[in-house]
């Protein structure tokens, strides 16, 4: 469409809201200023708005990829951790809209641990996306 990858004018965005809102959330745990709760909240959700409009765009610059190109694999992984963000931080919305204490109620450890493991996978999916445009040159010409 622009003659030129078009999901790294996407990635910055679910990266940086998605770990902001791990930034907020524990800055609300450590001084119980309610605001910060609230802005993690919608951190969280535009940081799921990113990461469908990112995976979006990568299906498109897919299109331009041969199907037998050699660097499948390594794409097959990025895909499989971006998939699993999506989920990751779907759930996270979807627990802190559904119980909006779930900070403070019975269900904090694993709406914290949800938290956590989607802080895991959107660095890997972004290193593992690294990988492939400064490694194997995928969407480089
Ligand atoms: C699930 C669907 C996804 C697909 C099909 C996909 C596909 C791709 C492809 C083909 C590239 C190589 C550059 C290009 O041709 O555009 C790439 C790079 C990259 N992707 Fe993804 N991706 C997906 C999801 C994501 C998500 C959700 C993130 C961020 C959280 C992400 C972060 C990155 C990064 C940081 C790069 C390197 C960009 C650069 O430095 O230029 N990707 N991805």
């Given at each position: 469409?622009?003659?030129?990858p ?50 979006l ?9 041969a ?10 992984r ?64």
């Amino acid at each position: 469409m622009l003659d030129r990858p078009f999901h790294p004018m996407f990635v910055h965005f679910p990266i940086a809201l998605y770990l902001l809102g791990v930034l907020l959330t524990l800055g609300y745990l450590g001084r119980r200023v309610v605001d910060y709760e609230r802005f993690a909240y919608w951190a969280f959700v535009l940081a799921w708005m990113g990461v469908a409009a990112a995976a979006l765009a990568g299906l498109i610059d897919l299109g331009s990829l041969a199907p037998d190109d050699p660097r499948r694999d390594d794409i097959n992984r990025h895909i499989t951790s971006g998939v699993a963000l999506l989920i990751i931080n779907g759930l996270v919305v979807y627990f802190r809209f559904r119980w909006p204490d779930v900070l403070t109620g019975s269900r904090r450890w694993a709406y914290l641990a949800l938290m956590a493991a989607g802080a895991v996978v959107v660095v890997l999916t972004g290193w593992l996306g690294g990988k492939l445009v400064y490694d194997l040159q995928v969407g480089v010409r």
